[in-house]
């Protein structure tokens, strides 16, 4: 075993993070959060094929975040106290066994609790993320989880279209399979690649589930940051569930390929997260942070133009998509940035609960839209979108008061 990943004291004698390692914990992240999204473009022609109620569709991607959600509370923290890679392993081997019965299953009920299964595994990408900070040295941090969570942000984007794309040209069931095959190979090559962490924690599980709640309390950096990001993956979520319905109506007319192609456009605004990375090792997380509030705002008053032209009003959209996307990417990479440089020890916990708020963030920015979108139209959509951020703006200016004061002082 590593001593030193039994040591703290010893990990400044360590070598920092090669590029190759950074470079496989992203692609790795990708591919697992990718799980969490494939459904969300295939909830029709799941439906269809299992005879799964259209009332009841939107529950194959609400049981996959549900999943995902729990596992961020009671799996993720685990990475305090058990052998980081093999809880990495173990989640991506539940994650392709639940994506076969998806991929085979024609019962709703069987393919609904695979989707609670896919969310619970796919756990393993916020494992990978702090492996990331652990093998880092404090000066090159930020960026090393930057290109990471770069990694994982295309994954996110990526899924949407790819899914669709596949099922044009195949069909739902070899997305599942096709993805549990990566699952698979992903869990061999990180077997072999990972080095062994084993935490120096010696408490029970139930009193690291205990610890949550004082965490959350005694953390006031854990709470701004969550604060922040539930308000831009808030708008996130709101903007990529109601976007495409936009697109498809008869005001763009757009297929699902173009659609896709639209997705894949926006992921652009991945590269925000290495300069995030690099910002936040220089010490300016609070001013990006405000920044990355702003553009989330930006991108939701960007369609209120509303030009007569289609092609403009479209360009103005992919713009919009962009610029919140980089907004997003930016603001995820200071928040971990900030929460890793706390005690190592408790990582994994802060990490959980971390992702965990904001996804309370996100779920709420899709059913927000969806119901604002059917009940009041595009305009008031984006109205409500910029809403999230610029609430999460108002906690930043907070901080940014108390600190003003603490300097004059």
Aim: proline fraction near 5%.
């Amino acid at each position: 075993m590593n001593k030193a990943s039994r040591n703290p004291a010893m990990a400044s004698d360590l070598p920092d993070i090669s590029s190759g390692m950074v470079l496989l914990l992203a692609i790795a992240s990708g591919l697992i959060v990718a799980n969490l999204y494939y459904a969300q473009t295939l909830v029709g022609p799941i439906s269809a094929s299992t005879g799964l109620s259209p009332k009841a569709a939107g529950l194959i991607v609400t049981l996959t975040q549900i999943g995902y959600t729990l596992g961020l509370l009671f799996v993720v923290p685990l990475a305090d106290l058990l052998e980081n890679r093999r809880l990495i392993i173990t989640g991506l081997v539940v994650t392709a066994a639940a994506l076969v019965v998806a991929a085979l299953g024609t019962s709703p009920v069987v393919l609904l609790a695979a989707a609670l299964a896919i969310g619970l595994g796919s756990v393993a990408a916020q494992v990978l993320v702090p492996f990331a900070a652990h093998l880092s040295k404090e000066a090159t941090r930020g960026q090393a989880v930057g290109k990471v969570v770069s990694g994982l942000l295309l994954g996110i984007m990526l899924a949407r279209p790819i899914a669709s794309l596949v099922a044009d040209h195949a069909s739902w069931h070899v997305v599942f399979g096709g993805a549990s095959v990566l699952m698979v190979a992903l869990a061999l090559v990180l077997r072999r690649a990972l080095p062994v962490r084993q935490p120096v924690s010696n408490m029970r599980y139930s009193a690291l589930m205990a610890s949550l709640w004082h965490l959350l309390l005694g953390t006031p950096v854990l709470r701004r940051r969550a604060a922040y990001h539930a308000g831009l993956f808030g708008a996130f979520s709101l903007f990529w569930t109601v976007t495409p319905l936009v697109l498809a109506s008869p005001a763009f007319g757009l297929s699902q390929t173009g659609i896709a192609i639209f997705a894949l456009v926006g992921m652009a605004g991945a590269v925000a997260s290495p300069i995030a990375g690099r910002l936040a090792d220089a010490g300016h997380t609070l001013p990006a942070t405000a920044v990355a509030l702003i553009l989330g705002m930006m991108a939701f008053a960007l369609p209120m133009v509303a030009p007569q032209s289609q092609h403009l009003a479209l360009g103005l959209l992919v713009i919009a998509s962009i610029v919140l996307d980089m907004g997003v990417a930016a603001n995820l990479v200071l928040g971990q940035r900030a929460i890793f440089s706390l005690a190592p020890e408790v990582r994994g916990r802060l990490n959980g609960l971390y992702f965990a708020l904001f996804f309370a963030g996100g779920a709420a920015g899709s059913a927000v839209g969806a119901w604002v979108y059917a009940s009041y139209g595009w305009q008031a959509t984006l109205l409500t979108g910029m809403a999230f951020p610029a609430l999460a703006l108002l906690v930043w200016l907070g901080e940014f008061m108390t600190g003003l004061s603490r300097r004059t002082a």
